[in-house]
């Protein structure tokens, strides 16, 4: 019988990536100049509070958003990913 879940499961493996994501969008923010993620993502019309979780790898980061951040920092898809 299949187990129900009652409350939503973390995955380690996830939540590491997630961090290194964050990380990572971190880096390249310094790279470009912006000592202020707030600064960032006010300049780039990108939710703020948002972008800030998104660094801490706090929160689930969308496809779309991660389009937006990918297109402001002027790095491919495939370089971003290349820690």
């Keep these: 019988m299949a187990r ?5 499961e973390i995955d380690p493996e996830f939540e590491l990536f997630k ?3 964050g990380e990572r969008m ?7 100049g ?3 993620y707030e600064q960032f993502a006010f300049d780039h019309d990108i939710g703020r509070a948002q972008y800030g979780k998104y660094e801490r790898g706090s929160e ?9 951040v ?3 920092l002027n790095i491919s898809f495939s370089d971003f990913f290349k820690f």
Excluded: F, G, P
């Design 4 to 8: 129900r879940k009652t409350q939503k």
């Design 19 to 21: 961090k290194n994501v």
């Design 26 to 32: 971190k880096e390249l923010r310094l790279k470009r």
């Design 34 to 36: 912006y000592n202020s």
């Design 60 to 68: 689930d980061l969308r496809l779309s958003s991660l389009y937006k």
């Design 70 to 72: 990918l297109k402001e």
